[in-house]
C-alpha cells in the first residue's frame, strides 16, 4: 500500500493520498487549504491517478482545494450530509470572517458530484476499502475512515480532527460538542486494536496503543466526561 501525506496550508492541515501502490489509482483524503499544488506533484511523483476525493469534516482547512480538485480531475467528492452546507458557507461553520491575506482566493461551493457519507458503510475506490464512522463533536458530521489489515500493514485510522498525537480536536466552534466527541473517541477509537495507525488531520502519526495510554481524552472518554469531578483537560487547538 502507498500512502502518501503532507501538511497543507496555514493550518498545516494532513492531505494523504491512499493507493494499492505506486502507479495506480488513489483517493485524496482532506484536499484542504493550498493542497492543490502538492496534490499534483504527489501524483506526477508516485504515477498515481485520483478516483475520489474524501472528507473528514467540512472546515475550510480540510475542503479548500476539494471543488477545484474534483473539477479538474472530473471525480466525485465525499462529505457527511451533517458538515456538507460548509462547502458553500465555510464562514458560517466558524462564526467568524476568513482573513483574505490568510486565505488568498477560494473556490467555495459544491463539486458537480458530491455524494454523502453514512454511518457504518464501506466505500470500495481505487481497490481499497474504506469503513466510514460517523464521529460527531468536533464538527456534527465529522467522520473518521478506517483501512482494515492487509498483509504486513496494520490497520490505518484517518482521524480528521477527531483525535491527534496527545489530544482531540477543538469544540469551540459551532456545532462543536465536547461530550459528544468523547462518545466518538470511546465508540470508535477506543475499540480499535492498539497496533491501528493513527493518521490525524494536524500534526505526527501515531497509534491507538500509544494513545489508549498517553492520551487523558481517551482516558476521559472511557470515565465519561467530568466523572472524577476535576474539570476537562485543555486541548491544545489544532486547526480551524
Known sequence: MLIAGFPAGAWGTN?????????????????????????????????????????????????????????????????????????????????????????????????????????????????????VSHTPGHTPGSVTFGLAAQADVPPILFTGDLLFAGSIGRTDLPGGDHAEILRSLDRVCRTQDDTTVVLAGHGPQTTIGHERATNPFLRESAAGPGADGAAPPAAPRRGM
Open 15 to 131: 492531505c494523504y493520498l491512499v493507493a494499492p501502490a505506486a502507479g495506480e489509482e488513489c483517493v485524496v483524503i482532506d484536499p484542504g487549504h493550498q493542497a492543490a499544488d502538492a496534490v499534483a506533484q504527489t501524483v506526477e511523483k508516485h504515477g498515481l491517478k485520483p478516483v475520489a476525493a474524501l472528507a473528514t469534516h467540512g472546515h475550510i482547512d480540510h475542503v479548500a482545494s476539494v471543488t477545484p480538485l474534483c473539477g479538474a480531475r472530473d471525480i466525485p467528492a465525499w462529505i457527511h450530509p451533517g458538515d456538507r452546507y460548509m462547502l458553500g458557507d465555510p464562514e458560517k461553520a466558524l462564526g467568524r470572517r476568513l482573513g483574505e491575506k490568510l486565505m488568498g482566493d477560494l473556490t467555495l461551493g459544491e463539486p458537480d458530484d458530491l455524494r454523502e457519507l453514512a454511518d457504518g458503510t464501506t466505500l470500495r475506490l481505487a481497490g481499497l476499502e474504506f469503513v
